[in-house]
């Protein structure tokens, strides 16, 4: 299936503790994000990504590093993971062409609880 | 920052009745999106607007470009249960993939 799928769909951790969280996409795009959604369903971007190169960092406090070893995956570590990390975070791409850099696709979430 | 401002907040109709909401801002926008996000998955893509005043439909779906830049509604007819769900907005500007998004409007289709 065409898609941008990523894991764990569900994280439960300690605070403190570091994590990953995976992301791929086979769509062929050359752009990917990590976009963060909180408890009141608000959808914010964190972090894109264009052919491996960082063009997006939105004030995200630098526990979180993305990292983007070809155009296809964009993974998401987070370190010293704090109870306000509790969020559903979205990887997501869109193609190129007109309009096509604003057209996301999402994957199916990752619910990160943070105990 | 920029906001979208989405209403309604929530609306509670019965199957095969139709239902419009929108989303409005302050600022221009160069893309409008409509998505749905069901309980436990990802926002779905539903239709992308790429034209000011562009009015574009996907089945049931009827979505349109504000000729402002600043605005844009999804209409969905004959609703049907499977239409229950939150929907949100999305605009984007120069900065791709950038997107703004509304607060969301939940859906509740009532057999």
């Known amino acids: 299936d065409t898609a941008v799928s990523q894991t764990p769909k569900y994280l439960v951790t300690q605070m403190g503790n570091d994590k990953s969280i995976k992301c791929e996409q086979n769509?062929?795009?050359?752009?990917m994000y990590w976009y963060k959604q909180d408890s009141k369903k608000f959808l914010k971007i964190m972090f894109s990504y264009n052919n491996k190169e960082l063009i997006i960092n939105e004030t995200v406090p630098n526990r979180f590093s993305p990292k983007s070893p070809d155009k296809a995956h964009l993974n998401l570590h987070i370190n010293s993971l704090e109870l306000g990390d509790s969020a559903v975070y979205f990887c997501?791409?869109?193609?190129?062409?007109?309009?096509?850099?604003?057209?996301?696709?999402f994957g199916e979430g990752s619910w990160l609880t943070v105990v | 920052g920029q906001q979208l401002n989405q209403s309604p907040q929530s609306m509670f109709i019965q199957e095969g009745e139709d239902v419009s909401m929108n989303c409005t801002s302050s600022?221009?926008?160069?893309?409008w999106l409509w998505y749905k996000q069901e309980p436990g998955e990802g926002p779905v893509l539903l239709i992308a607007l790429y034209k000011a005043g562009e009015l574009t439909s996907n089945g049931r779906l009827t979505a349109q470009f504000g000729i402002t830049r600043k605005d844009s509604f999804l209409n969905i007819s004959a609703s049907i249960p499977s239409d229950v769900g939150i929907y949100f907005c999305g605009a984007g500007g120069t900065s791709y993939g950038k997107l703004t998004f509304g607060q969301g409007t939940i859906l509740t289709v009532h057999p």
């Open positions: 769509l062929g795009h050359d752009t």
């Open positions: 600022s221009i926008f160069n893309t």
């Open positions: 997501a791409s869109s193609p190129r062409g007109q309009g096509g850099g604003n057209t996301i696709y």
